[in-house]
């Protein structure tokens, strides 16, 4: 792949992605709901900013052309629009958990099978069709996961939780063409707080007071949502979505590395074959993109992230 501005676009998202453990780990003695409310409150006053500042025209456009579609084609985009928020929303629960009350090992498996995840679930709910070799690459997933459950079964339920959810999230947006990317995630962001703030009095703690956790939480929404998400916008400008999508694995990657060498979590030799057998996995179900001398399409599509 040529290296440009747009592919170095999406490296850099993925590559400050991978550091979210910086910001989420210093608040693992707040409740895993605690985080969701406040990520998903600020994050949608952030975005709502954004597109009233900056994207009006854009929103005016999308809205015209709502207004344009065909009733049924109106009810596709609301459904998946909000359907969607129901699966980020849940990812990003489960993530926080796992990564504040799992550990980052199993945060950063997540991540590796998710875009396999995401295709198996694309065959059996959109009828996608897989290659020979990309079958071959699920087959070796599965076979590193069978591994992972000997001796870390939690580690590899609760991974398999969090990449089924992302899996579910992209697939349910894949066909929700109709809105501008950005737009769709502000709404379902939007939708998301609205769902949980009836909840937020009778299940929230108290209102944190310590300057700590505004500073991580402003490092999440800014840092870790925001600017990340406009590079990743910027780069499917100007390269496909298969392509930004083979950079999903820096993300899990650094996360494994910062859990062996940073937060110095204990992996076995067992984990260790199991993370490789992914890797080798991730470069067999990319074959075509990572060894063709021409850009092919790949039937896993990334949009967005966290």
């Known amino acids: 792949m040529r290296l440009n501005k747009y592919y170095s676009a999406a490296f850099l998202a993925f590559f400050v992605w991978g550091f979210f453990s910086f910001a989420l780990k210093p608040l693992h003695h707040y409740p895993s709901l605690d985080i969701l409310f406040y990520r998903v409150f600020f994050s ?7 597109n009233v500042v900056f994207r009006r025209r854009v929103v005016r456009e999308n809205w015209n052309h709502f207004k344009s579609c065909a009733p049924k084609q109106q009810k ?3 459904l998946l629009t909000l359907g969607g928020g129901v699966f980020l929303s849940s990812n990003w629960f489960v ?3 796992v990564m504040n009350h799992v550990s980052v090992g199993a945060a950063s498996l997540a991540y590796l099978i998710c875009p396999i995840v995401t295709t198996v ?6 009828k996608e069709t897989l290659s020979k070799w990309q079958w071959i690459a699920v ?5 590193s996961c069978i591994l992972l459950s000997f001796n870390h079964f939690q580690d590899l339920f609760y991974s398999l939780i969090t990449a089924a959810t992302y899996a579910l999230y ?7 063409s109709g809105i501008d990317k950005f737009l769709s995630l502000t709404i379902q962001l939007i939708f998301t707080a609205l769902v949980l703030l009836p909840f937020y009095p009778k299940y929230s703690g108290a209102v944190p007071t310590e300057t700590l956790f505004y500073s991580c939480m402003f490092m999440i929404v800014v840092f870790f949502t925001i600017i990340p998400l406009f590079l990743n916008l910027y780069a499917l400008q100007g390269i496909n979505s298969s392509s930004v999508g083979i950079m999903i694995y820096i993300n899990p990657i650094i996360n494994f590395l910062l859990a062996l060498f940073y937060y110095n979590e204990h992996i076995s030799s067992l984990q260790l074959l199991s993370y490789f057998l992914i890797l080798v996995s991730i470069v067999v179900f990319n074959e075509k993109i990572l060894f063709s001398k021409k850009p092919t399409a790949m039937a896993t599509e990334v949009e967005g992230y966290k």
């Open 76 to 78: 596709s985009i609301a």
């Open 44 to 50: 949608a006053i952030t975005m709502v900013l954004i």
């Open 95 to 97: 993530y926080i958990y």
């Open 139 to 143: 087959a070796i997933s599965f076979f």
């Open 170 to 176: 992209l697939v349910s947006q894949r066909k929700n």
């Open 121 to 126: 679930f694309a065959f059996l709910m959109l």
